[in-house]
């Protein structure tokens, strides 16, 4: 055996290593979605974030000192004739030159400009910065939807991974069946029919076992793409599939929850108050601006003979008529505004809806998973009073067989009512605001 492998290495044959499964909690998965490097809905809100972030600073930099120094050293010539200059010198045999030059001249100059007051600019940049909380908590309500998308992924790689032992149970009870069948036959209490009947039964429950684990390789790869992981990684959930109650709570209350924590109406009211305020960095428009100028620097034909110069004022800037370019802006910023509100009134009634369908449907998921559960233990005692009749010689294998059908389908409604009561506990936890408290 050894050489075997000293051969593989001195051919450089690659050999391939198992890799060990990524063992993967309910909290780890939504931590690894949520986190910067995880969705690329969760990079994308922070990219956003980072743009509203350079809006905002443009926005400030008309409030602040502008700030230039230029050196200009030109070698010119000049037609002053094209100028309109045309000087007569009434002295004889002289003619005032029309070109002149080349010559030199240069200019070392600082100017600097300031913004005493535009109440325009100073509205965009207060509109800026409801950009950057409505971004802020973009970022939030993106981690919320995030989180119940990798939540739902996982509950649905739960029930993947609870179908498939299911499924592997129906085929060990098959097996039992047959052998007993099998057992009858030879005692001589049994018949042929009886045993096709069971083979037919384990035909079938393998069927559904490989279904089971393809739908549950689906449900896994689900899982990594929600997750942003390689899809090549193999997990291993170590969570299970179980009920958890939930604290009560009237609808009133989730109401009020919900309307205080929900990011994405924190993070549309800050849209509306940004339109707000931006219409009304609009109307100002029309309002005169005060800016404050001035520069200081050396002029001259060279560094030898250069003077100081300087300008300074202030310039009034009072709108008259733009061809009604403001006005056209000020109704589409006000369009915009009333756009947003009613996205807002929209949110709110939304909210209320996710909210009351949440608790009808965890109400509901409960009674499921209530009767569900009673269902479960009765078809278990039907099908062990079937086999303890049937090795009896009271009755035949179909009587054992009805009772193993409903057996299945009693496993079955208990992994879809948990997995029922598990969502309608996210989309409750997800219409509050509280994906990630309730996970993390």
């Given at each position: ?8 290495w ?110 325009s ?7 800026s ?16 939807q ?63 076992l ?6 549950r390789?689906?449900a ?10 390689r899809l ?14 939930v ?17 994405d109406?924190q993070a ?5 108050a ?5 219409a ?6 029309r ?89 479960l ?11 303890r ?52």
């Open positions: 055996m050894k050489l075997a492998w000293i051969w593989i001195m051919l450089g044959a690659p050999v391939a290593f198992a890799q060990a499964p990524l063992p993967l909690s309910f909290a780890r998965a939504v931590e690894i979605a949520t986190s910067p490097e995880g969705s690329a809905k969760v990079q994308l809100a922070e990219e956003a974030l980072r743009q509203a972030q350079g809006r905002r600073a443009e926005s400030r930099a008309a409030l602040l000192p502008n700030l230039d120094a230029a050196f200009t050293d030109q070698d010119l010539t000049r037609n002053l004739a094209a100028q309109g200059i045309n000087i007569a010198v009434p002295i004889p045999n002289f003619h005032f030159p029309t070109f002149v030059g080349p010559f030199t001249t240069i200019d070392a100059r600082v100017s600097a400009s300031q913004s005493v007051f535009d109440f600019s100073i509205r965009r940049y207060q509109a910065q409801a950009g950057v909380s409505a971004a802020k908590s973009d970022i939030a309500g993106t981690a919320e995030v989180a119940a998308q990798v939540a739902r992924a996982y509950l649905g790689a739960l029930r993947a991974d609870a179908d498939v032992e299911t499924a592997q149970a129906n085929v060990t009870l098959s097996q039992a069946v047959l052998a007993q069948a099998e057992s009858q036959k030879r005692a001589g209490t049994g018949t042929g029919i009886e045993i096709t009947r069971a083979n037919v039964q384990l035909a079938n429950d393998r069927q559904r490989l279904v089971a684990g393809n739908a390789r689906s896994h790869l689900q899982l990594l793409r929600a997750m942003g992981l090549d990684t193999e997990l291993q959930l170590t969570d299970t599939l179980s009920y958890k109650p604290d009560a709570v009237t609808l009133d209350q989730a109401k009020a929850l919900a309307v205080r924590q929900r990011p109406l549309q009211q800050d849209r509306e940004n339109a707000r305020i931006s009304g960095a609009t109307r100002m428009e309002l005169p601006s005060l800016t404050a100028f001035g520069d200081y620097g050396s002029s001259g034909t060279a560094l030898t003979n250069a003077l100081p110069t300087r300008t300074y004022g202030i310039s009034l800037r009072v709108p008259v008529f733009d061809g009604g370019r403001r006005d056209a802006r000020r109704a589409e910023s006000a369009s915009q505004y009333r756009a947003e509100r009613v996205r807002t009134n929209d949110l709110k009634e939304q909210i209320e809806l996710d909210v009351r369908l949440a608790l009808d449907a965890l109400a509901s998921a409960e009674d499921q998973v209530k009767v569900a559960r009673e269902g233990e009765l078809a278990q005692n039907e099908l062990t009073q079937a086999r009749r049937y090795q009896a010689g009271v009755t035949n294998s179909l009587e054992v067989t009805d009772a193993q059908t409903r057996l299945e389908r009693a496993r079955d409604n208990q992994t879809a009512a948990l997995y029922a009561y598990n969502v309608a506990r996210m989309d409750l936890a997800q219409a509050m605001g509280q994906v990630r408290s309730m996970v993390l």
